[in-house]
């Protein structure tokens, strides 16, 4: 199977903010979850995918075509969601099939149509009327629509309560049932991601700071929780992150049940994302 | 494109709802002959300047730009979108400015000549302001565009009246003894030169947008 994304040596400076070496691959059929805090690069990555900014250094192929040269074939078949709503409020569902149909060579507005009516969406209402959930709704049935190979999706579930956002994760883990689909979506939401995606790539400070299959990162990784004495006598070579609390610390290990071995009198816990995104963010380095 | 014009119609559909109503009821008391044919040329005005940029407004509101860039038709395309979008209003305008010409001429109201001369300098001047302006409004956003917009709008106003205070005269009495036709000739000139600013014009806005980022 050909990677859907492959990103090299991605580099764009913003002056006070820099995207730094991003090397970052998404293997077709599959879904990557891209994870960080706010202003941590995600954005910026998925916008030089997609050409909205120039690049100051890297090469960015998707689904085995230069992003630069080959933009208009590779748009033919991405489907994008972003955060919020690009549709105009005076516009309504049956104006945005009308408007969208002739930019897509494979457009099909009897699939648009089906999604309408699976997601509930009237077509003659006014996206004015529309609550955030159908907007983002309305935005995933365009995506849809046009039979993408990929979809791009930034935050595509913020804002959302969790039965819409189970509804639209529902939809893409539908979409990558073929196996020539793939998905690369970001997300504060961790716990969507441990949901849905099967590669987990951690931009901290413009920099990718943890890339793997998710299932490894939630097999390998573990917290310890011990006491400053403790902490003191385990090698810093084992520890990724540490953080100290009033009542004792807590690190971040990258190889638990090795850790166990070595280690064992200390109590070492399955760790999620959101944890080990707190423990990268907010933890030290020994 | 053609999906980018047709939202540029949609999203402009209440105000151009308005525009059509109010110069019909204009265009009924004109015939009856209570208006001259200025409210033509304020329609071909509105509907040429006003609504590409309201254009641009619909969309700083909706954050479509980045949208429209993440689209399959290139930079290139939704600008060409853009200015087609101003060209097809221009020619309904023109269109719709012989056709209240030659009725008020049917109907006795106006001289056909005269009323058509000033359909075509009204459409050229329009269409130059549309081709200074759009390039703008891709540089600086449509409301910073609009103080542009008033300024090319005011500007002559307030140089023919300094002219007139100054007792600066032009003389156009060598335009009586121009024929018809040659008269025609040369007022269709002007609509056709905006025309070529136009072309210009696009490319320029392309160039502006090739650079921006979204």
Same mark, same amino acid.
């Given at each position: 199977?050909?990677?859907?994304?492959e990103?090299?040596?991605?580099?764009?400076?913003?002056?006070?903010?820099?995207? @730094?070496?991003?090397?970052l691959t998404?293997?077709?059929?599959?879904?990557?979850?891209?994870?960080?805090?706010?202003?941590?690069?995600?954005?910026?990555?998925m916008?030089?995918?997609?050409?909205?900014?120039?690049?100051?250094?890297?090469?960015?192929?998707?689904?085995?075509?230069?992003?630069?040269? @080959?933009?208009?074939?590779?748009?033919?078949?991405?489907?994008?969601?972003?955060?919020?709503?690009?549709?105009?409020?005076?516009?309504?569902?049956?104006?945005?099939?009308?408007?969208?149909?002739?930019?897509?060579?494979?457009?099909?507005?009897?699939?648009?149509?089906?999604?309408?009516?699976?997601?509930?969406?009237?077509?003659?209402?006014?996206?004015?009327?529309?609550?955030?959930?159908?907007?983002?709704?309305?935005?995933?049935?365009?995506?849809?629509a046009?039979?993408?190979?990929?979809?791009?999706?930034?935050?595509?579930?913020?804002?959302?309560?969790?039965?819409?956002?189970?509804?639209?994760?529902?939809?893409?883990?539908?979409?990558?049932?073929?196996?020539?689909?793939?998905?690369?979506?970001s997300?504060?939401?961790?716990?969507?991601?441990?949901?849905?995606?099967?590669?987990?790539?951690?931009?901290?400070?413009?920099r990718?700071?943890?890339s793997?299959?998710?299932?490894?990162?939630?097999?390998?990784?573990?917290?310890?929780?011990?006491?400053?004495?403790?902490?003191?006598?385990?090698?810093?070579?084992?520890?990724?992150?540490?953080r100290?609390?009033?009542?004792?610390?807590?690190?971040?290990?990258?190889?638990?049940?090795?850790?166990?071995?070595?280690?064992?009198?200390?109590?070492?816990?399955?760790?999620?994302?959101?944890?080990?995104?707190?423990?990268?963010?907010?933890?030290?380095?020994? | 494109?053609?999906?980018?014009?047709?939202?540029?119609?949609?999203?402009?559909?209440?105000?151009?709802?308005? !525009?059509?109503?109010? *110069?019909?009821? !204009?265009?009924?008391?004109?015939?009856?002959?209570?208006?001259?044919?200025?409210?033509?040329?304020?329609? +071909?005005?509105?509907?040429?300047?006003?609504?590409?940029?309201?254009?641009?407004?619909?969309?700083?509101?909706?954050?479509?730009?980045?949208?429209? +860039?993440?689209?399959?038709?290139?930079?290139?395309?939704?600008?060409g979108?853009?200015?087609?979008?101003?060209?097809?209003?221009?020619?309904?305008?023109?269109?719709?400015?012989?056709?209240?010409?030659?009725?008020?001429?049917?109907?006795?109201?106006?001289?056909?000549?005269?009323?058509?001369?000033?359909?075509?300098?009204?459409?050229?001047?329009?269409?130059? +302001?549309?081709?200074?302006?759009?390039?703008?409004?891709?540089?600086?956003? *449509?409301?910073?565009?609009?103080? !542009?917009?008033?300024?090319?709008?005011?500007?002559?106003?307030?140089? +023919?009246?300094?002219?007139?205070?100054?007792?600066?005269?032009?003389?156009?009495?060598?335009?009586?003894?121009?024929?018809?036709?040659?008269?025609?000739?040369?007022?269709?000139?002007f609509?056709?030169?905006?025309?070529?600013?136009?072309?210009?014009?696009?490319?320029?806005?392309?160039?502006?947008?090739?650079?921006?980022?979204?």
């Amino acid at each position: 199977m050909n990677n859907a994304i492959e990103i090299r040596g991605l580099c764009k400076s913003y002056g006070d903010f820099s995207l @730094q070496n991003i090397d970052l691959t998404l293997p077709g059929g599959s879904i990557l979850g891209l994870i960080g805090e706010n202003g941590a690069g995600k954005t910026t990555t998925m916008k030089c995918i997609l050409n909205l900014i120039r690049r100051d250094a890297g090469e960015i192929t998707v689904l085995g075509r230069d992003s630069i040269a @080959q933009e208009r074939e590779i748009k033919q078949d991405v489907g994008l969601v972003m955060d919020e709503c690009f549709f105009h409020d005076v516009l309504r569902p049956l104006d945005v099939g009308r408007v969208l149909a002739p930019a897509y060579r494979d457009w099909d507005a009897g699939l648009f149509r089906d999604y309408l009516d699976k997601f509930g969406l009237p077509e003659k209402k006014y996206i004015k009327e529309f609550s955030r959930g159908m907007k983002m709704k309305l935005s995933l049935a365009a995506a849809l629509a046009h039979h993408p190979r990929l979809l791009i999706l930034d935050e595509a579930t913020a804002g959302l309560d969790p039965v819409v956002r189970d509804e639209i994760l529902e939809e893409f883990l539908g979409f990558i049932c073929d196996e020539d689909h793939s998905i690369l979506i970001s997300s504060h939401i961790t716990s969507d991601l441990e949901k849905a995606a099967d590669y987990i790539a951690y931009l901290h400070g413009g920099r990718v700071v943890l890339s793997a299959a998710k299932d490894d990162i939630l097999d390998n990784y573990g917290r310890v929780g011990c006491t400053r004495e403790q902490l003191a006598a385990i090698d810093p070579a084992e520890l990724v992150r540490v953080r100290r609390e009033t009542f004792g610390c807590e690190a971040l290990v990258a190889d638990r049940a090795a850790f166990r071995r070595r280690y064992p009198d200390l109590t070492v816990d399955k760790i999620a994302l959101e944890d080990i995104m707190l423990f990268i963010g907010k933890g030290e380095e020994l | 494109m053609s999906g980018l014009i047709l939202k540029d119609f949609l999203t402009a559909r209440r105000a151009l709802r308005s !525009y059509f109503t109010i *110069p019909i009821f !204009y265009f009924v008391l004109t015939v009856m002959g209570m208006f001259d044919l200025t409210f033509v040329t304020v329609f +071909m005005t509105l509907l040429v300047m006003l609504l590409p940029m309201g254009a641009f407004s619909y969309d700083e509101q909706a954050k479509w730009d980045r949208y429209a +860039m993440s689209l399959p038709l290139g930079r290139r395309g939704v600008v060409g979108a853009r200015y087609l979008f101003a060209l097809l209003l221009a020619l309904f305008a023109g269109a719709f400015g012989t056709a209240v010409c030659a009725v008020l001429s049917v109907t006795g109201k106006g001289d056909l000549l005269e009323s058509l001369l000033t359909i075509l300098a009204t459409l050229a001047v329009c269409i130059w +302001m549309v081709a200074i302006l759009l390039p703008l409004c891709y540089k600086l956003g *449509p409301e910073r565009a609009r103080i !542009y917009m008033f300024v090319l709008v005011f500007a002559p106003i307030i140089l +023919m009246f300094l002219a007139v205070r100054l007792g600066i005269h032009i003389d156009l009495s060598f335009l009586d003894g121009l024929s018809d036709g040659a008269l025609m000739a040369g007022f269709a000139l002007f609509p056709l030169s905006g025309l070529l600013a136009l072309g210009v014009s696009y490319f320029v806005s392309c160039a502006i947008v090739e650079r921006k980022e979204f």
